[in-house]
């Protein structure tokens, strides 16, 4: 008899953005005449740079010359890539990262979901309320959690992310395993300090723990103070793995291309408490479980650490981040306490009322769309999101309407 995992019965369906979907889709039917400006979804809207765009091109016809044509490639991804973001993301931040301990992908989602395959399903969990909703999930399907009750998983710890603690979480009083970090976060858009992550590395080292850090929107950090990379902290390489993504800095949510690195010396333990290397077990699972990222992706990647790569990628990034600037100014103005927005594309906003409550009266009364935090987990249950990735005169308009309504 075929049996079923019903640690999946367990998975609470995602409404959130399914739910978002409806609601604007009646909307507009209800109101053809109006316009609606979606600051919701975190997806970016730009095209690829043209630098980008050439070393994709260039890759695509050397696929189609039997000279040059390449067939299956290192599962780890091509050397070039690899040596490439060693040199650029951390060497020049004086992280020592090689480029054997690169792992090229198709995407931070898959490496975030996927790592906690490593570890037995007895460990302690932490996660971030409000949390990208990944660690999570994946981790329920794996037998990691109880049952979901009053909003939450059994057997769980929370880290909770509020106003009080500036959006980065408390060190667990309980003793946690593997521990989910997100900076700059999606989606409070709070950033880490230096200091407050060596706490976080400190823990990992005292407790035997493992962090898994998700660098994401790392490229949207304009503060030069803020740690960029987790291994700029002394003693990260024993205890953490940190991944990136070309998604949100390059435009690749559609391209595809991520990766994961995981320093030599990081550490987990066997049934005895005996030491053993993640490296080789990643690397194990890496090349028994995927075939590599496309070879013109991989060069369109590539492309994006050129001289002229980086200040496309940088000008794009600034796009983005001058429409955050005007969402921040509109929600200062309208005396709003909020989140994020410096160094995040995302800007958290405390709404005093139920998140779709919220939702609703912003989508009826103005036509633009938000995320309603309640989808992020408990504590985002008065907060809205709003996403930078629109085009400029988009956000201009939106928040002339908001302010209009709010004011
Ligand atoms: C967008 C995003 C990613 C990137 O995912 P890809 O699969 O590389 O597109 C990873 N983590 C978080 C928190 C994100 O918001």
């Not at 909307?27 to 043209?50: A, R, S, W, Y």
């Not at 979480?169 to 003793?175: F, N, S």
């Not at 997100?182 to 992550?197: A, D, R, V």
Request: charged content about 25%; some cysteine; hydrophobic content about 35%.
């Amino acid at each position: 008899m075929i049996t079923l995992n019903e640690h999946y019965f367990k998975l609470q369906a995602s409404y959130l953005f399914s739910d978002i979907a409806a609601r604007v889709t009646s909307f507009q039917k209800e109101n053809p005449e109006i316009d609606v400006i979606k600051l919701g979804i975190g997806d970016v809207t730009k095209g690829l740079t043209p630098t980008s765009i050439a070393a994709f091109h260039k890759a695509v016809d050397e696929m189609a010359d039997d000279a040059t044509f390449r067939g299956y490639g290192p599962e780890q991804g091509y050397e070039f890539l690899r040596e490439a973001i060693a040199v650029n993301d951390f060497q020049s931040r004086g992280a020592d990262i090689s480029s054997d301990e690169i792992f090229v992908s198709d995407g931070a989602k898959c490496d975030t979901g996927n790592f906690q395959e490593l570890f037995t399903s007895d460990i302690t969990i932490a996660i971030p309320d409000p949390v990208y909703p990944v660690y999570l999930d994946t981790n329920v399907m794996a037998g990691r959690t109880g049952e979901f009750a009053d909003g939450r998983y059994r057997g769980v710890v929370y880290l909770e992310s509020t106003r009080e603690n500036n959006f980065v979480p408390d060190l667990p009083e309980d003793k946690v395993d593997l521990i989910y970090l997100c900076f700059p976060n999606n989606p409070t858009g709070s950033t880490i300090s230096k200091t407050e992550l060596k706490n976080w590395v400190d823990y990992a080292r005292d407790h035997k723990a493992l962090i898994l850090f998700d660098a994401a929107y790392e490229s949207f950090i304009r503060d030069d103070s803020l740690p960029k990379t987790i291994y700029e902290v002394e003693g990260a390489r024993e205890v953490a793995v940190e991944f990136r993504s070309f998604s949100k800095n390059a435009g690749f949510t559609g391209t595809r291309c991520a990766y994961t690195v995981v320093p030599k010396e990081c550490r987990a333990y066997d049934g005895k408490g005996n030491i053993q290397h993640i490296h080789s077990l990643w690397h194990r699972r890496h090349c028994t479980k995927f075939n590599g990222v496309s070879y013109p992706v991989q060069r369109a990647a590539e492309a994006t650490y050129s001289e002229e790569g980086k200040k496309e990628t940088r000008a794009l990034v600034d796009y983005y981040m001058r429409n955050a600037d005007a969402v921040c100014d509109t929600f200062r103005s309208l005396n709003y306490e909020f989140a994020g927005g410096e160094n995040s594309p995302y800007i958290w906003i405390d709404g005093k009322r139920d998140s779709w409550e919220f939702f609703d009266m912003l989508l009826r009364e103005t036509g633009v769309v938000c995320t309603p935090g309640g989808g992020f987990g408990k504590c985002g249950n008065q907060y809205i999101r709003i996403s930078a990735f629109n085009s400029y005169e988009n956000v201009q308009t939106a928040m002339t309407r908001l302010t209009e309504k709010l004011k």
